[in-house]
């Protein structure tokens, strides 16, 4: 293989001159991965109008690192088309470049997500794109399969693996695009890039980790042979595909390869004259994965006819570029911590429970959608139909049908709010999920402030409401019922906390486990501890219909409230008959010894044993019905029935309704 060795300087202006040419504004969609990160970093050297779009929490470490401003990162959700939509509305790209991918990886072991990602992903980007936009996409070499002697791009594929597979199907998407909608898209077919900000668990990051240590990382076999392309040199392919692509070769897949075939045993070889290492590897300490092969490399010849491009970087020089770069980036200080423990980018679950808020769903889904992309966090919205009887199923059963990232839930008769709290905490997957009320008395716009506090390591965020915005008498009565509960509670409990809140996901799976039946959320919320704070906000009055509450169910709430946790009924009724025990007794001495020195004819009159036989009789039914409460709790807890049950899940356009789809479903989520 010849490489290209031209002039330092000279080569760094011709790289900033393509990317000068390449049309804007530019998505960069997967830059959060290895390849998109790089690719993302090089332009936006150069120029500002280049996006960030991620989806994955996982990666998004490499964004934090590299210093990303928050504007030029975009959430866009590719399984949704109405994410993909209105992010291409609102930014109107002219060049994309795809790297967005899932299933490469032997620790991505969920086949459904690799054929969303990479194939309904596709077809979302695709769809929105112009017969204007450049699209370039990262394809695999992998795409070859067992085919992978140095194939032409000519010659068949044979996938190997779901991976291989949903790729393959993926670059015959770009050639149908291409041929029968004319859009100018590329497919690459990367085979082994490595060098920056490569995941520090893969093969050369820990070669070169463990060779600056004078060691060596386990090995598989020495016969597996890789095709080695350096990041730089894969960033400048995308570069060249997006300058060049035309009407001729739109549609075209091109290997992105040296034409190098290098074992394993080469690589080693070549690391140790990199480096000066002495010891001796050891071959076969690591087991051989399922796709590795021995003849794994490509022919990169229709990339050079057509593109203009070829590798640059000698696998030396590439290994000691590297190494560089892992000093120069303070790797075991910064870049192994960040991997093992990613913040950025995490996912958001937000459970609304719904009880004749048919008219309020929509605003509240634009509201809730339109917070999350500000604050460009992923997000999972789940709306329970707490068996309302308008027409809320349709409502939110269209929205599920706009936006995979909604669930419907729709439960078989009205268990109340809490149970519809917990039926959506069971299922959600969020790092975090947001309890709120479908009546848009509870403001999405609030959630940044949640999130905030979330993100400084609170693990409970309750919203605090300051004001109501309702009639001063009933706001006088929500204040005093919140006083008098936070003094009785044997916990202490927030005043003025209601449902309303961010609770961390290590939180909620406590929650969920509490076996009781009859729950009050925002006591157990307190009762399980953890880190909390509140955040003060204006409670709005109710947008659309009239309130569900009324004198008779808040008097309900607030003895759920009261019985479930508080002691304080009974510890009042034992005070009670102790003191007056304690008159009787002194009431039969002071009548003794009135009759007898003071006035023999002290009246023994009708009159007040019918007031102390009231008195008495009324105080014993008032300590029987505080007993009765807790019997009552004691008798619904010994059934042990259940809290909600669900009728129909709706994901996305699928939908669920036997009892064993949707315990399947769960079962899967909860996972």
């Given at each position: 293989m010849v490489y290209f060795h031209t002039p330092k300087i000279s080569f760094v202006l011709i790289y900033q001159e393509k990317i000068q040419q390449l049309k804007g504004p530019i998505f960069v969609f997967g830059a959060s991965g290895f390849i998109g990160a790089n690719l993302f970093k090089d332009i936006f050297k150069v120029r500002q109008d280049v996006y960030a779009l991620t989806h994955d929490a996982t990666k998004a470490?490499?964004?934090?690192?590299?210093?990303?401003?928050?504007?030029?990162?975009?959430?866009?959700?590719?399984?949704?088309?109405?994410?993909?939509?209105?992010?291409?509305?609102?930014?109107?790209?002219?060049?994309?470049?795809?790297?967005?991918?899932?299933?490469?990886?032997?620790?991505?072991?969920?086949?459904?997500?690799?054929?969303?990602?990479?194939?309904?992903?596709?077809?979302?980007?695709?769809?929105?794109?112009?017969?204007?936009?450049?699209?370039?996409?990262?394809?695999?070499?992998?795409?070859?399969?067992?085919?992978?002697?140095?194939?032409?791009?000519?010659?068949?594929?044979?996938?190997?693996?779901?991976?291989?597979?949903?790729?393959?199907?993926?670059?015959?998407?770009?050639?149908?695009?291409?041929?029968?909608?004319?859009?100018?898209?590329?497919?690459?077919?990367?085979?082994?890039?490595?060098?920056?900000?490569?995941?520090?668990?893969?093969?050369?990051?820990?070669?070169?980790?463990?060779?600056?240590?004078?060691?060596?990382?386990?090995?598989?076999?020495?016969?597996?042979?890789?095709?080695?392309?350096?990041?730089?040199?894969?960033?400048?392919?995308?570069?060249?595909?997006?300058?060049?692509?035309?009407?001729?070769?739109?549609?075209?897949?091109?290997?992105?390869?040296?034409?190098?075939?290098?074992?394993?045993?080469?690589?080693?070889?070549?690391?140790r004259q990199t480096f000066g290492q002495t010891d001796t590897p050891v071959w076969g300490s690591m087991p051989n994965r399922g796709w590795d092969l021995a003849e794994w490399y490509g022919d990169p010849t229709e990339a050079q006819k057509d593109l203009g491009w070829r590798a640059r970087t000698s696998l030396s020089e590439g290994l000691r570029l590297t190494k560089e770069w892992q000093e120069a980036h303070h790797y075991e200080e910064q870049l192994l911590p960040a991997f093992a423990n990613p913040k950025l980018n995490p996912v958001i679950t937000a459970i609304i429970a719904c009880y004749k808020d048919a008219q309020a769903i929509p605003f509240m889904y634009d509201r809730l959608v339109k917070t999350f992309n500000e604050m460009k966090v992923r997000y999972e919205i789940i709306f329970v139909n707490d068996a309302s009887p308008d027409n809320q199923d349709e409502v939110i059963n269209a929205i599920c049908q706009r936006d995979s990232n909604v669930i419907g839930i729709t439960h078989s008769r009205n268990f109340g709010s809490q149970s519809a709290f917990l039926s959506g905490m069971e299922i959600s997957t969020g790092d975090a999920v947001v309890l709120m009320d479908g009546d848009l008395q509870d403001p999405p716009e609030v959630i940044p402030h949640f999130y905030a506090k979330w993100s400084n390591g609170f693990d409970v965020v309750y919203g605090v409401r300051v004001q109501r915005e309702m009639k001063p008498h009933i706001h006088f009565f929500y204040k005093a019922f919140y006083k008098i509960f936070q003094n009785l509670s044997y916990i202490p409990i927030p005043r003025d906390a209601g449902d309303f809140s961010m609770i961390d996901r290590k939180v909620v799976k406590e929650l969920v486990a509490l076996p009781e039946t009859e729950q009050f959320l925002r006591g157990l919320r307190a009762w399980v501890g953890f880190k909390q704070t509140g955040v003060d906000y204006v409670r709005p009055e109710r947008m659309f219909g009239v309130s569900t509450n009324n004198w008779r169910k808040n008097i309900w709430w607030a003895k759920k409230a009261i019985f479930s946790f508080s002691f304080a009924p009974l510890e009042l009724m034992s005070y009670v008959g102790f003191v007056l025990t304690a008159c009787s007794i002194l009431g039969i001495f002071y009548q003794i010894y009135a009759k007898y020195f003071i006035d023999p004819g002290t009246p023994q009159g009708i009159t007040t044993l019918i007031v102390l036989i009231t008195f008495f009789g009324g105080l014993t039914l008032l300590g029987i019905s505080f007993l009765g409460e807790y019997i009552s709790k004691i008798f619904e807890e010994t059934k042990k029935r259940p809290k909600f049950i669900r009728t129909k899940i709706q994901k996305g356009e699928k939908t669920f309704r036997t009892s064993d789809e949707i315990m399947t479903l769960v079962k899967q989520r909860k996972k």
């Open positions: 470490w490499r964004l934090k690192l590299l210093d990303v401003p928050f504007e030029n990162i975009v959430h866009c959700d590719i399984l949704s088309n109405n994410s993909v939509e209105s992010t291409f509305e609102q930014y109107k790209p002219r060049t994309i470049f795809n790297l967005a991918a899932y299933g490469a990886y032997s620790k991505q072991k969920n086949i459904n997500l690799t054929y969303e990602t990479n194939v309904i992903g596709t077809v979302n980007i695709l769809e929105n794109c112009t017969e204007e936009t450049a699209y370039i996409h990262a394809g695999s070499s992998s795409e070859y399969g067992f085919n992978c002697s140095a194939p032409k791009e000519t010659d068949p594929v044979k996938p190997n693996s779901h991976y291989a597979v949903s790729k393959v199907s993926a670059a015959y998407l770009i050639e149908f695009y291409a041929k029968v909608h004319q859009r100018k898209a590329l497919n690459l077919r990367l085979y082994s890039i490595y060098g920056a900000w490569e995941e520090p668990d893969r093969l050369i990051p820990r070669l070169i980790e463990e060779a600056r240590k004078g060691s060596y990382p386990p090995l598989v076999s020495p016969d597996i042979s890789r095709d080695f392309v350096y990041a730089d040199d894969c960033v400048e392919a995308f570069l060249d595909a997006a300058l060049n692509v035309n009407d001729s070769i739109s549609g075209k897949s091109y290997n992105i390869a040296t034409g190098q075939k290098t074992t394993m045993r080469e690589l080693v070889d070549t690391s």
